[in-house]
């Protein structure tokens, strides 16, 4: 059994999500989980907290996990030998090199050693449990798959998916096969804030016909999305799926100029009181949060993890330590002195290619942490989250799709929906960031003259 | 489900051990053939007893001798790392479970184990005990044998087992397996050792049934005994003289603010040890005073009954030597009990018993036994049915004797035991350990299998003295299984051992004399094998107290002479 509720930005999937399972859980006499999956760690401790302050604590049949804990450790770790012949026992998640030939080396490399990466998990998962693949061509191999499947619904009751909107074809198929299997699966989503895979779900709702299936009537109602708000986000949906807001909140929408005084103090006072502030990628004298982050070549982890092991230590903790105590160096020594120091502390012993490619890294970290330029979030970083003033700092391509000055074809992409995304963070005041250097076509006076005609006036006291 | 089968490599004496297991294994065998050892590696893949913990980290004398002495052979004989690395001394116990069926239970327990093996499904977890450092381990082994006598006897002390490290992994992806899941998977057990009631000096309740105890009370029921313990602390506070140790000093008016502040609290707060500080009655006496047979009874009973009824994991019981310190009346009622209970258990529950009763193993069902013997076991579930229901219906029948017996004779019944037995007290030269048992209608060929599936390969004989009965076929088969080294089988000429008896010597002349018979090999031999043993058991007098001396038939002389 499958049932899809779409629900848009602010509508409090997390607390029905949350309510949902409490009462299934309340009813729940078998030894069976119930399973609350979502997309990121940060969801997953929403769901955690919601849980929490209904309950007082979280039950022991109820697992709150993200998609990729979900399809290791209840698909892929234990099935994937029995039936596709792969063993994998472990997961990681760095960067892989972009070159194909590199990437696909590097990646069966890795299941020699029994470990999968992430990009892998949704399409190895439905590998596993999808009897019409392929890999399972004949009665036997399809017994087998059934077999499998009939474990799976042994355990598992119920499959609470938030956020199914970042799911790829091959998860949500994955659900679908598992509903079909004696598991009551419930997915909530919003295809508006697909930024990953943006027609996955929509195309899923669409072929979620027949028996079994539900597709619930739309929750168009926002808890979050002031009126004012509304009037910019809603063009971006579909007719369908316009929002309305519940509380009768007005809100309101300005927007500032970076070429004013007190820009830089504006920003970081903002930043200091922990509300959001975006931009759609890294551009200009802006950087976002993860085009900063330090990590260390994978062979280096490796040979870490062996010293770590050797020296009765955790891996995972040995390289977090490592990794913060460089972004603590860097404060006061040269990427040459780190790497000293690093070989001495943890008796490493660099190859040179490895010393190349830390050092270059280094540089490039400490470049970026030198610049004067202002960090803050990516639009993908705070989907999900909110705060009550939100900075949202335009750009070409942003204000492009805000003013649908885009050819039909590109209606509803990945860009569209990071529109979407952006316009609805906030549940009281919306800043607009005006920034002559992130504009190729547009002189800033005409998108304030835009904006003006909108309504929307600069802020001059804040 | 159930376990069904088990491998133990590495740990004491078992090399490399390989065993079936059914819902109830009957564990037979001599001692020191390992069964406690079985016991000991079984329960390390499983989870640590809801009763007892249990260290899973091994000790250097936990390794078998052999493989650590091949191992510290090749270091000596200066073999490559590479070839070190495969005989580094490694304990494994590899367990399967079958019988899963479709209870959604069972499957949610075992499912993630799931693999294939020689295209069947089974479902397999491993314990494995091994250097954490493979690099590390050899280094420092190399060095320590440098400076040793490899022919030492106590090589394993030499093993560096701080080096080591044990996991618990599905074997399909060599994961390890998170406690939430291993936690549905018990072993619980009943030692030979069985209490300490006699041993403590405090003649407390034992600690194990202190903690069925702690189980089983609800938890109203435990927040009443712990009112009641502080109630009781209280009315000995309120006692006059007791408060007398605390009262102020009219001299000293400053030592007031201190003697206000001190108070008795109660001691043993904890509910463990307040249960543990109760000990059993039992009638109108304490059940320590009671004598160990009835402690053992109601040991098992209780302990039984604890686990058979637990829904919420598989259980695997052991019970060592059920028949310790029983009556005749109570072992029949422990067998009893034990044998309807697994029929009625649950599909989470299975019974491992070792015994050294022969009723144990008869009444329990033959079938169900495995024997161990030289470190290899060997099941009798595939046994002829037919000998099932015998062994049975005949449960003073000495199996064990049979199988374990270094010399054994088969012999058809009370008659021939009676003459042979006779004869073998007779042999002033020699001593014998030569069992003779009467298998009393039941056919050789049963027996003889089931020896042979257990005793091939070592040093044991068995001897089958049968009668011809007219019958050249059966003779011919029987015959078969001789092999001149430990099986040796011979027929009467005559039709019976009597006839034979009769015309051996001048046994004819003999025996008709001292009975006052009529000198003919057909009276003689008809009179022997009339009134049943009675004219047997009147000639094997005769001849115990010498007053007739037999030539002993060749067919017996011949199988006497191998066997010794």
Redesign the interface.
Known sequence: MIEIQIAGAGAGKTYNLSEKIIQFHEENT???LIYAITYTNAAKKKINDEIIKRLGYIPDKVRVETVHSFFLNEVI??????TISE????AVSYTLPTVHAYKNKKLSLLKQK?IIHSESVFNKAKMIIDRSNSKHGNKAKKAKVD??N??????ISHIFIDEAQDLDGDALCVFKILGENEIAVYMIGDPKQAIKFPGAFRDFIKQSTGKGCNVLSNNNFTKRVPVEILKLSNPLCLSEEKQTNTNGKAGRVGYIKSSNENYRLIIDHYKSLGHLIYIEEKQGCYDTHSSRNLFLPLSLEEKLHGIA??R?LDGRLFIASIISEITERFKNSSSKQIITWLSKHSDLRLEREEYAELIQHLEQVLASGESSKFVVSSIEAVKGLESEVCIFILNQTMYDYITQNIPKAKHHNKNWNKAYVALTRSCDTLIFVLDQELFSRNNIMEVEGYLKNMGIDEITSL | MIVNYVRIENYRNFKYFETTLNKLAIIIGENDSGKSNFLHALKLPFCSSELEFRNKNLLPLDFNAESVKEFYDKIKSGAGDKELSDSIPIIRVTVRFDDIGSD??A??IV??????DNGN?VYEIQYNYQP??EK?FLELTKKLIKGSDANKKDLSLLIPTELYEYSII?T????TIPYNDLKHITINSINAERDDFSESSSMKSNSILTRLLEKKLSKDEKAKIHEAYFGFFKEIKDQDNFKKIFTRDVEFPDLDRFVANIDCIPNLANLKNILSNITLAYGDEFLYQKGLGQRNIIFIILFFQHFKSNK?SFNLSFIEEPESHLSTNNLNLVINYVKKSVAISGNLFQTIISSHSPQVINKLEFENVIAFSSNKAVSFNDVDSALVKYLSKRPNFDILKLLFSNRVILVEGTTEEMFINTILDLDKNSLTNIDVISISQKGYKTFLEIWKKLNDGNTKKIGVIRDFDDQPNAKMEHDAYGNKKTIFVETTKGYTLEDDIVSAGKNCTLISKHFGLNNDQQTVSDFLKSSKADNMFDLCNAMQDGTIVISIPDHITSVLKNLK
């Open positions: 078998s030894h069976k770790y234990p099935y994937s030998h029995f063993v994998y026992n472990n029994f077999f499998v009939s474990h799976i619904a042994a355990k092991v050797s009765d | 959604h239970y499957k949610a499912g993630n184990w799931i693999k294939t499904i954490k450092n590390d599905s399909n992806n060599f994961k919420s």
